[in-house]
């Protein structure tokens, strides 16, 4: 991941919320959305559609801001969370019944973990899954999964465990394990707020 360089004294708040709050609705009918809010939609849904285009070939941006608008909701699945710095989205992530099509025994995912360039090495995308670990215990989940073509160890360092190294549409992927039971005993960890400090 890109790292960041901050100017001397210069503070960031970013905050991690529902994809509806930050929309004001739950699954906004397109007619819903604002041109702003339309807009951010389709630069998120670039953003996801050049990422991993080679390994969801079917679908395109129109397709994934579909997703994204039936993914915003604060219970069931699908469900994103947003990271947000001065009401723009800086990073996204979901939670989804399905995502891996190799392995169908597996449910649910954390998918479209995703932070943008500018704002990488702060630690954003950390919080974004240790939030939505939160967010899918609250609702009874205590096992999720994820595939991952190269941060295997970022994972790793989070609590997550290696299930299989595998290829999938030509290229060698991690599948990964976490385990949420003692979240979930513990009742969540309480909302995250990332504030990046001055730069010294």
């Not at 073509?149 to 992927?173: F, H, I, K, M």
């Not at 991690?174 to 990332?194: A, F, N, P, S, Y």
Request: aromatic share 6%; proline share 4%.
């Amino acid at each position: 991941m890109c790292s960041v360089n901050l100017k001397k004294g210069a503070t960031f708040m970013v905050k991690i919320t529902y994809l509806s709050d930050h929309l004001g609705a739950e699954e906004p009918a397109a007619e819903e959305l604002s041109t702003e809010e339309l807009a951010e939609m389709k630069k998120v849904a670039r953003w996801h559609q050049e990422e991993w285009a080679h390994l969801s070939p079917d679908k395109t941006v129109g397709t994934r801001v579909e997703e994204l608008r039936e993914s915003a909701v604060k219970e069931g699945l699908p469900l994103t969370l947003v990271a947000v710095e001065e009401d723009a989205i800086v990073g996204t992530i979901s939670l989804a019944e399905e995502d891996l099509s190799t392995h169908p025994e597996f449910s649910p995912w954390l998918s479209t973990v995703y932070v943008d360039a500018s704002q990488r090495g702060q630690g954003i995308g950390s919080r974004l899954v240790q939030r939505v670990e939160e967010v899918a215990a609250a609702q009874g989940v205590e096992e999720l999964y994820l595939y991952t073509p190269d941060q295997a160890p970022l994972y790793e360092r989070l609590g997550w465990e290696v299930v299989s190294v595998e290829t999938y549409r030509g290229e060698e992927v991690t599948v990964m394990r976490r385990d949420l039971v003692e979240i979930v005993e513990e009742g969540g960890r309480g909302w995250l707020q990332v504030e990046q400090p001055a730069a010294q």
